[in-house]
């Protein structure tokens, strides 16, 4: 890691991974939306790394709420059995 964009976007992808692995653990969760937060770290680290400082800082920050609100998004209801 050479920059500070590395360190960010890679500490992003490891909450957002670590996240999805801890719900996948209770429920199956959409995958979509931690494909996007991947997404964004990614752009967001190659962005920084070419000069893009303000873009990158600003996809960093969005991906790292849009992790927050998934993070805070109560477990889904499963169904009781009937016997």
């Known amino acids: 890691m050479e920059t500070v964009f590395d360190f960010l976007s890679v500490m ?6 670590g996240l999805f692995f801890l719900r996948f653990r209770h ?3 959409p995958l979509s939306p931690y494909i996007l937060v991947s997404l ?3 752009v967001g680290n190659w ?4 000069g893009g400082g303000l873009a990158a800082v600003a996809l960093l920050v969005a991906g790292a709420f849009l992790t927050l609100h998934l993070a805070s998004e109560p477990y889904r209801e499963t169904p009781e059995e009937k016997n």
Do not use: D, I, S
């Open 12 to 17: 992003l992808f490891v909450a957002t991974a």
């Open 40 to 42: 964004v770290a990614a």
């Open 27 to 29: 429920e199956a969760p």
């Open 47 to 50: 962005l920084g790394n070419h």
